[in-house]
């Protein structure tokens, strides 16, 4: 297959890993910079064209696009979606992921476990929003926040008034969480590809840190996962649409709860702790289901 990789850098770990998964497995793999493509759109011959040049025709993408280009990203992974190649995750199924807010209302109508989740625009209502979440500690979170940025633990119920007064007063758009005690500043991450968690390990914060984030200073290791989590993430994936994604868990005392689901999950904490090789899965999900090869040119005669 011709592979066209959606990274803004070729030198991620991530990058780097899938194009050599995808040549080991005898594909070509292009790294395509994401804010460098641009678009024809067109009824009849809709096309992308890049640094100059009008792109050549592609079997399959890969997109890993950062949750500060997902708009552009998007658009440009709905145009190759209107050229009928075949994407791995699709543009709907990761706006709908980048969406912390939306995520969770869709997690919550499939029945799965979450913390208790408050949303509100008035500063009036901080002081019935913190007493819906069970009162302090709880977690105020930004809905934009990436990677443990912009979430807060608060420790007193005073304390969360005056940083959700904060957040609000400087338009910020947050969401408060219940704050499970029980977890122990640890969380689980499960690799879903197609409909099997394929890996999974525990997150553990840095000592003094609420946050498990690997970004943070948080450590890593490989875990056994009960069959409720397990099937937790993988309906999560579904419920996104996802056909590969990065399930975060919490175990709480009442079940398995999801925190989030990312659409785009790093490969090298995960293929570190538990020496599975990811990349090479998710080519191997792409070569099941990836629409027949282009053929390549004859070659001429004499």
């Known amino acids: 297959m011709h592979i066209a990789l959606l990274s803004r850098n070729r030198n991620l770990y991530s990058t780097r890993r899938l194009v050599e998964a995808g040549q080991n497995r005898g594909h070509s793999v292009r790294v395509v910079d994401t804010l460098r493509c641009y678009m024809n759109i067109a009824s009849h011959r809709p096309s992308i064209h890049y640094k100059g040049a009008e792109l050549e025709p592609f079997d ?5 696009i950062g949750a500060s280009v997902t708009f552009y990203g998007c658009a440009v992974l709905r145009q190759f979606e209107m050229m009928s190649t075949y994407v791995l995750n699709d543009n709907v199924s990761i706006t709908r992921s980048r969406d912390k807010l939306r995520s969770l209302q869709l997690l919550s109508r499939k029945g799965l476990g979450l913390p ?21 500690p709880l977690v105020i979170k930004l809905l934009e926040g990436t990677q443990g940025i912009g979430v807060v633990l608060a420790e007193t ?16 758009n947050i969401m408060v969480q219940e704050y499970i005690k029980e977890a122990r500043g640890a969380d689980i991450r499960c690799l879903v590809i197609g409909d099997k968690v394929v890996a999974s390990m525990k997150r553990q914060a840095a000592e003094g840190e609420f946050r498990s984030n690997l970004h943070r200073g948080g450590s890593a290791s490989v875990i056994r996962i009960t069959p409720e989590e397990r099937s937790t993430a993988i309906r999560a994936a579904k419920a996104m649409g996802l056909r590969v994604a990065g399930v975060d ?7 398995p709860v999801i925190m989030e689901v990312n659409s785009s999950p790093g490969l090298q904490g995960i293929e570190s702790a538990t020496g599975r090789d990811i990349a090479g899965l998710i080519i191997e999900h792409l070569e099941k289901h990836a629409v027949t090869p282009r053929k390549a040119p004859p070659k001429p005669k004499g």
């Open 116 to 136: 208790i989740t408050g949303f509100a625009h008035s500063p009036d209502d901080i002081p019935d929003l913190i007493t819906m979440v069970k009162g302090a």
């Open 60 to 64: 399959a993408v890969i997109p890993r």
């Open 249 to 255: 868990l919490l175990r709480s005392n009442h079940g």
């Open 157 to 172: 119920n005073q304390a969360a008034e005056s940083v959700i007064q904060a957040f609000m007063g400087m338009k910020a």
